[in-house]
């Protein structure tokens, strides 16, 4: 039975109904591929690039302010069952002006004007 651990709920919002019911109905695996043509993966590396690729994009996540990120996170999941714009809206705002009023802010905005790497949080001993 495929409809298990949410299976039926999340898998038909991120391929659409039709390519859903045929990997549900038929238990068809999918090559990396199609998974890169559906959206499942963002990126299809060969296994010797993928502990490259893997710390690129933490190096990446890494750049942005800690809160920047985990307000991003939680506002990207709200957001896929959120009743409607308004309500995706509504977080976004909040968001932004939770972000807009810490140190790390004004860091990332002094570091762009000085055109150098920010150093957040931790990173400069806060």
Known sequence: MAAQIGVSYFLPRMVGSSVAAELMLTGRFLGADRALG???VSKVVGP???EA???ALVKDMLATTPLGLRLTKECLNHSI???GLEAAIAM???NQILCAQGEDFREGVTAFLEKRSPQYGAARGG
């Open 92 to 94: 976004e705002d909040r």
């Open 81 to 83: 069952d959120a009743g």
């Open 53 to 55: 690729e893997g710390e």
């Open 38 to 40: 559906l959206g499942l």
């Open 48 to 50: 010797n690039e993928l």
